[in-house]
């Protein structure tokens, strides 16, 4: 698992407009390896007396080798993401489902959102465990939205964020 500014991915995706997305780096590295991987810098930031959330980001090399390149123990981006997935899809949820995080997207009214939300069958559903889930939507401040898009493959997340992109159009 990894996280990825503005850009293209490995196999030549664009992503223009999400500044920041959760991704599944490749096939050559299976998600649980990456986040036992994780688990042992965690562990060991904790010998050393660190508390709380901790933050790592990694690159896969186009080896498929996972290079640790920063952590952080501090509340970061990805927590709202890994928290609201463990809620609704239980522990370990990255190794059976893929999830995206979309920032700084124009939003329209909250309300309307949702109803298009629902209109489309975008709206997440606990029985499918898929779908598009509002975190924010500050239309008076900063005119700017969050979501979460959560489904259980790399491309039916893609599919998701498509038909969310196409109904901010």
Same mark, same amino acid.
């Given at each position: ?43 060991? %930031?904790?010998?050393? /007396? ?16 996972? &290079? ?7 509340? /970061? ?7 609201? /997935?463990?809620? &609704?899809?239980?522990? /370990? ?17 909250? %309300? ?47 599919? &998701?964020?498509? %038909?969310?992109?196409?109904?901010? %159009?």
């Amino acid at each position: 698992i990894g996280l990825e500014h503005e850009g293209w991915t490995k196999d030549g995706d664009k992503i223009g407009g999400v500044p920041m997305r959760m991704f599944y780096a490749d096939d050559q590295l299976e998600p649980h390896v990456a986040l036992k991987e994780m688990e042992r810098l965690v562990t060991l %930031a904790a010998r050393i /007396g660190c508390r709380g959330h901790i933050n790592i980001d990694a690159i896969v090399t186009t080896d498929g080798e996972l &290079l640790f390149n920063e952590s952080n123990v501090r509340w /970061g981006g990805g927590t709202s993401m890994h928290t609201v /997935g463990e809620r &609704l899809l239980g522990p /370990g949820f990255a190794n059976r489902y893929a999830i995206s995080l979309v920032r700084d997207v124009k939003c329209l009214p909250r %309300a309307e959102t949702i109803r298009l939300l629902a209109e489309c069958g975008l709206e997440f559903s606990s029985g499918s465990k898929e779908g598009v889930i509002v975190l924010a939507c500050d239309e008076h401040a900063s005119g700017a939205m969050e979501y979460l898009v959560i489904g259980p493959s790399r491309i039916r997340l893609r599919e &998701l964020e498509t %038909a969310m992109r196409s109904v901010r %159009a």
